[in-house]
């Protein structure tokens, strides 16, 4: 009896500890995000625009609406909501928007391991034609019972993709 009472607190004990071992991080198609990134690189466009609709909700919405013009692989931005809490300087190209999302994965897998709660889920569409991402969303789905931390959303849409110059 003593000896199925001490198996089943080491039990209790070590199974939230292996199973954040196993499950905290991030779940991130790296495959498809790398290939879809070079097949937007080989067009080499340097003439475009989009929109770009971001929301992020950590405690408090933040979200705002930008419209982006790239000429000559410069980007300048002209914000379309009025109180907008977003850095409309913050994406400038596609690119940037490639780039973003992979500091973003590597910051948020660091998090998920340094503390351990739960995982970060990328959902990520890409433009059939042009391969550039147009919707990313990230959710944060914690593990910890009794975690009062805040939860964690991150969303963006490019929307209006229109190339300004094909000679």
């Known amino acids: 009896m003593k000896a199925k009472y001490i198996i089943f607190l080491l039990i209790l004990l070590f199974v939230p500890i292996i199973s954040c071992q196993l499950f905290c991080g991030v779940v991130f198609d790296e495959t498809t995000f790398e290939e879809e990134y070079q097949l937007w690189k080989e067009n080499n466009f340097t003439d475009y625009s989009f929109i770009c609709d971001r929301y992020i ?94 939860p964690y959303t991150e969303k963006l849409e490019i929307t209006d993709f229109t190339l300004t110059n094909t000679q």
């Open 57 to 150: 909700f950590e405690g408090a919405p933040f979200s705002g609406k930008v419209k982006i013009s790239v000429h000559n692989e410069t980007g300048s931005c002209e914000l379309l909501d009025e109180d907008s809490r977003i850095d409309p300087e913050e994406l400038k190209s596609i690119n940037d928007i490639f780039e973003y999302i992979k500091d973003l994965k590597r910051e948020l897998k660091n998090i998920a391991k340094t503390e351990k709660r739960g995982f970060y889920q990328f959902t990520i569409s890409y433009d059939k034609t042009y391969h550039y991402p147009n919707y990313v969303e990230v959710h944060h789905n914690r593990w910890k019972r009794l975690d009062l931390a805040i």
